[in-house]
């Protein structure tokens, strides 16, 4: 038996203020949160150093983690690379200073229109764009070492699949052994373009394991349609995606991705992560 450890995002609460997100993450028994940074959200690189001490100080107080800065860096964007790096940089440095652990990246290379339940096509090269990708990480991998934060690529647009984040890392592997840069598995976005629950485990996990990244859960109707809705709800198979994660020796957070951003006429965090609560607690018992 596994005790999931949950965790949530504060994309889920866009509208809240930081200390009504820690009474919701108290309330449902959350041990970590992953905070969104963006210009206008709570958390962002302009902060300075007061405001970072004191981000920091709230959650510490409550005995929360701060787990992640979700920054929104594109690590295979179509550019150059200095605006890349410098972008990804000033995000470590932002989760040092809080006390994170990760800095989640995108892929975010550039592709043609798909459906929701189709693998995106790549404009450019394949090995163009993970080279991008790959020069890029390994360019911050000494400062992130340093500061002891990793990079995480999320299973994600351009690269939904587990196998498509593995080319990646890889490539780092080889490139430059011993980098710090590790993954996220969005529950979601492999399983609607069709990779099999356990390809993606296979793939991903010697890369989740150790505290090398984690996980995201997150509930939709179907694949064609990823409005959130409550998890256990839908028809996303996160009870086998944890049967594979215990069973593959994963120990990390389980965290709530709530896109309430992006689809305010959702139920708030609150019931959201309650939701989220009790099916971590259902497989925990099993």
Known sequence: MTSWRL???????PDEDLPTIVEIL??????AVELRAADGAQVHVGLDAAERSGVRQLFADAGIEILAVASRVQVAAAGDDDGVVSALLAHLELAADLGAGYVRVFPGAPTGNARRD??????????????RAVRRLAAVAGRATELGVRPVIETHDSHPRGTDVLRVLDRLDVERPG????????VL????VGEPLE??????????????G?????????PADITPVLQGSGTVPVPHMLELLAHGGYRGPVSLEWERMWYPHVEPL?????????????????
């Not at 189709?118 to 080279?131: C, G, H, K, T």
């Not at 485990?201 to 090398?212: D, E, I, W, Y």
């Not at 609150?270 to 099993?286: C, F, I, Q, R, S």
């Open 7 to 13: 965790a949530a995002s504060t994309l889920g609460a």
């Open 26 to 31: 108290r309330r449902h028994g959350a041990a």
């Open 118 to 131: 189709e693998l995106p096509m790549l404009i450019e090269d394949v090995d163009e764009v993970d080279s």
């Open 179 to 186: 980098h710090p840069v590790g993954a996220i598995w969005d």
């Open 189 to 192: 976005h492999p399983w609607r």
């Open 199 to 212: 390809v993606t485990a296979a793939a991903l996990l010697k890369h989740l394991r150790g505290g090398r």
């Open 214 to 222: 984690f996980v995201q859960i997150k509930d939709v109707v179907e």
């Open 270 to 286: 609150d019931p959201a992560l309650g939701a989220a609560a009790a099916v971590l607690a259902a497989a925990g018992t099993e």
